[in-house]
């Protein structure tokens, strides 16, 4: 089902930016390249696919899909822009990862909050990530273009979505194994991450 074959009350549920970027269409200051589009649009379908194998709806499928559209929308803007557009809190985060919060801050009001919150914490993680974000945050990893352990990030995607929970453990505990072995930090956000899901009882 696309955006234009839902029923009223479904697109009441939906703003404008959601359903132009459920179909692919981004907004004016977009900068993604060719490549970065393909890669929102594999994070797009995965987000999709979940939402209906999770039977979210189909209102919700569409936003997961524009959430996987939006995600990376500031990917390749220049990091000296963004840093400007960014909390102050946030203003330390190496260049690569600020386009995140920049994308959040410029869709603040015209998405649904969740969505905000997803696209803001999508590279670090955060405790406040509901399922919407902590989708996100697997399928960015996940798609099928990443060229990071192949094997077994396809074994963790036949996993999903049924088995989020344990994935999340499982992409988030090796995600920062490779901070510690790179020897950077630890961000608090993705500290505090991980030991909410710890808190959880997840494993």
Known sequence: MSAAD?????????TPVEL????GELPSWARAATKRREHMSRVAALMEHWAHELRLGEAEA?????VGWLHDVLRDE???????EVGPNERDLPGPMLHGPAAATRLAGKVDPR???????HTIGHPSLDLL??????????????EFLPEWTEALRRRMPAGLDEVLVEVLGQRIRRLIEV???LRPETSAFWSSLVAQGLR
């Not at 569409?62 to 524009?66: E, M």
């Not at 220049?78 to 400007?84: N, P, Q, R």
């Not at 969505?115 to 914490?121: L, T």
């Open 115 to 121: 969505v905000i919150q997803a696209i803001r914490y």
């Open 78 to 84: 220049d990091h000296g822009l963004l840093i400007h």
């Open 183 to 185: 020897r950077k930090p």
């Open 62 to 66: 569409l936003r997961g899909a524009a």
């Open 133 to 146: 974000g902590r989708a996100l945050y697997l399928a960015d990893y996940l798609e099928p273009g990443r």
């Open 20 to 23: 132009a970027a459920a179909r």
């Open 6 to 14: 839902l029923s009223e009350s479904d697109i009441d549920d939906l």
